[in-house]
């Protein structure tokens, strides 16, 4: 293990220029997961009922904190997605530098932990300067923590490289590199990950469902129990959507259509249709959420409005609901994020067979329309389902609350859609680098 970290500072610090956007994406997700886990740690180290002039009481009292630190360290997951996204491409890219040491004498799973300590060191840079900007906006507001506090904050600093190391080692669990100069992925047992997923929510639905019965049919813990349920089960369904009507299509349009760009895109979809399940993974769940978010919101202000609170009471409810409204925006931004640099790093994967097929005269705009295509086809009915499943949820919240049902979360899963399909436009300037002909001299 010492030789493998010894490896990763040498190859850190030794990064070529044409590495330094993926090592800046990486400092960024990092920074932002120390952002978040240090506000987080902040907030949970206050006790007691206090008086803090922010957020309109907001952070008072000990339940209302507990509710927000939640939201902050839900944030984490879809960084980590991105972190995880960022350390498969970058194994992908440097691939000649992992054949290299192939050849050297390395096994597969060592170069997989010299990739993931790489990693590690980069977020150990970006928690670093995250913690520096962290205290210096404490000094500036005149807040000093309690010693507690000060622990965690060390404690956060240590876990984030630890974290990302491990999310990056998950990441490349199935990535291969070949003294050949070559890169694959080993395809996972699918059925019975998804098969645990179901049985996982399935479970926690019965257990919410009995909660409910043994209670009467009164408690948030229940109703909690049974939204979280729901939304993890709609979740886990547009996954498996995904990868199953990507192959599903695939198959189908390699054998029927006449269209260039759809039959390329056919072929990469019925190659490794699991891919775009990867991709989207943590899009199709803040969809849900996103969904499930916009109609409860509606319904709520609407009962809020019915009771006739005071504008300086109200304010106390409205800020919760913006700050639960701002934490999902954040998610889908960082989700879109991941689906750029995932989409890039199918490019960076293929970029011998787009050079071969540019060099065989198929044009650029092709290329540009099938890439595209691989993230549109696959998508649509998984965004469906996840608007679906998040429109159950907020029907049910006004089942049991008795306001009016608003229409507008109802376009969600389309303006999602059209930002998913932008978010994918940004990979197409690397395609035109990655279907250069001159790529084919490393084959």
């Known amino acids: 293990m010492k030789a493998d970290i010894r490896i990763a500072w040498i190859l850190a610090r030794g990064s070529e220029h ?18 978040f886990a ?4 902040t907030i949970a180290a206050v006790q007691g009922q206090v008086s803090i002039p922010y957020a309109h009481g907001l952070l008072n009292q000990p339940g209302e904190r507990a509710g927000v630190v939640l939201t902050l360290v839900l944030l984490l997951v879809p960084v980590l997605g991105f972190l995880g996204q960022c350390a498969r491409i970058g194994a992908v890219h440097r691939y000649r530098r992992m054949a290299g040491m192939r050849l050297a004498g390395a096994t597969p799973a060592q170069v997989r932990r010299v990739a993931a300590v790489e990693s ?11 913690f520096a900007a962290f205290a210096v906006l404490l000094a500036r507001a005149g807040h000093t923590p309690p010693p507690v506090a000060w622990a965690g904050f060390v404690a956060v600093v240590l876990a984030v490289p630890v974290a990302a190391a491990l999310v990056s080692a998950f990441a490349l669990r199935h990535v291969i590199a070949s003294p050949l100069d070559h890169v694959r992925r ?9 098969l645990l997923g179901f049985l996982l929510t399935a479970v926690l639905i019965t257990m919410a469902a009995l909660l409910f019965l ?5 408690g948030v813990t229940p109703f909690a129990l049974l939204v979280l349920g729901l939304v993890l089960l709609t979740g886990a369904g547009a996954i498996w959507v995904t990868g199953a009507f990507a192959a599903f299509l695939g198959r189908r349009l390699t054998r029927r259509t006449n269209s260039p760009a759809v039959l390329i895109a056919a072929s990469r979809l019925a190659h490794d249709p699991w891919a775009a399940a990867r991709t989207h993974a943590a899009l199709l769940l803040v969809t849900v959420v996103g969904v499930a978010f916009m109609g409860v919101r509606g319904v709520l202000l609407a009962a809020l409005g019915e009771d006739g609170y005071r504008p300086v009471d109200l304010a106390f409810y409205t800020t919760g609901i913006d700050l639960v409204g701002a934490a999902v925006l954040i998610a889908l931004t960082i989700s879109l994020c991941g689906l750029a640099v995932g989409t ?4 960076a994967t293929r970029r011998r067979g787009l050079a071969a097929q540019a060099a065989a005269g198929v044009p650029h705009g092709v290329l540009a329309r099938a890439a595209l295509l691989e993230t549109a086809l696959p998508l649509a009915p998984a965004l469906l389902l996840a608007g679906a499943g998040g429109t159950v949820v907020y029907l049910a919240y006004a089942a049991v609350v008795g306001g009016p049902v608003p229409l507008l979360p109802l376009l969600v899963p389309v303006t999602v859609y059209a930002a998913c399909l932008l978010a994918a436009a940004t990979s197409l300037p690397f395609l035109r680098r990655a279907a250069h002909p001159a790529e084919l001299r490393f084959t």
Do not use: Q
Request: glycine share 16%.
């Open 120 to 130: 590690a060191f980069v977020c150990l840079a970006g928690s670093s300067a995250g």
């Open 214 to 218: 043994l209670r009467g049919g009164k």
């Open 344 to 347: 890039t790093e199918s490019l």
């Open 38 to 41: 240090l506000a987080a740690a």
């Open 186 to 194: 080993t395809g996972p047992d699918r059925g019975r990950r998804t």
């Open 18 to 35: 044409r590495e330094w956007w993926r090592i800046s994406l990486t400092l960024s997700g990092a920074l932002l997961a120390t952002g």
